[in-house]
Each structure stands twice: as structure tokens, then as C-alpha cells.
């Protein structure tokens, strides 16, 4: 069995910063891709950034040159770092991992965290 675990979300002020981080354990996997999603209310659930299998980082050009997302091979954690935050950066915020456990592929999602955007 495969767990997710998301933490650091809350709320920051116009311009600030703050780092999510999403943990996955469990059963032996192999991990083919990594991403952060993001829902605001109303709206449909977006890709923020991903880490695909062959490395390479991808972003929304909504966060480029604000969010850096990296990850820790060791830890099996990935992290999101917004910096320069903005009103409509308000969402649920979502780590995605799509893996392989045994021949079969899952795809995992954290349990979401709010991050609020405010003065």
C-alpha cells in the first residue's frame, strides 16, 4: 500500500513565500512521474508543475520564475516553492505521483492543501 502525505499549506500575504511538501511511502514502487495541481474554487483542477520521468521540470506559465519545484530522491518527497505568491495562486493544492508497484501502474494523489493568498 502507498501513502501520500502533503503539508505546509496556510496563508500567506501577496509577495510571500511558501514551500509544500508532499511525502509518498509504502510498498516498493517505482516512481515515474511527480506533479503539483492546484484547484481554485469554481474552477477545474490545473497543472502547476511536473517532474517527468526523464527529469525535466515543467510549469503552468502562470508560476513560471515563481514556483521551483524539486524533489528529494532520498526523502521520496517533493517539494513547491512559491515565491513572489499572487491573489489567484488561491487554490487546493495537490502533489500527484504516478508510479509502478510490481507491473502495475497507480497513479497517487495527496489529500490536498489550502493555500490562501491575502492582505
Known amino acids: 500500500q502507498v501513502q501520500l502525505v502533503e503539508s505546509g499549506g496556510g496563508l500567506v500575504q501577496p509577495g510571500g513565500s511558501l514551500r509544500l511538501s508532499c511525502t509518498i511511502s509504502?510498498?516498493?514502487?517505482?516512481?515515474?512521474?511527480m506533479g503539483w495541481y492546484r484547484q481554485a474554487p469554481g474552477k477545474q483542477r490545473e497543472l502547476v508543475a511536473r517532474i517527468a520521468t526523464g527529469g525535466t521540470t515543467n510549469y503552468a506559465d502562470s508560476v513560471k520564475g515563481r514556483f521551483t519545484m524539486s524533489r528529494d530522491n532520498v526523502k521520496n518527497t517533493v517539494y513547491l516553492q512559491m515565491n513572489d505568491a499572487k491573489v489567484e495562486d488561491t487554490a487546493v493544492y495537490y502533489c500527484d505521483f504516478l508510479v509502478m508497484v510490481g507491473s502495475t501502474q497507480y497513479d497517487y494523489w495527496g489529500q490536498g492543501t489550502q493555500v490562501t493568498v491575502s492582505s
Open positions: 509504502g510498498s516498493r514502487f517505482i516512481i515515474y512521474t
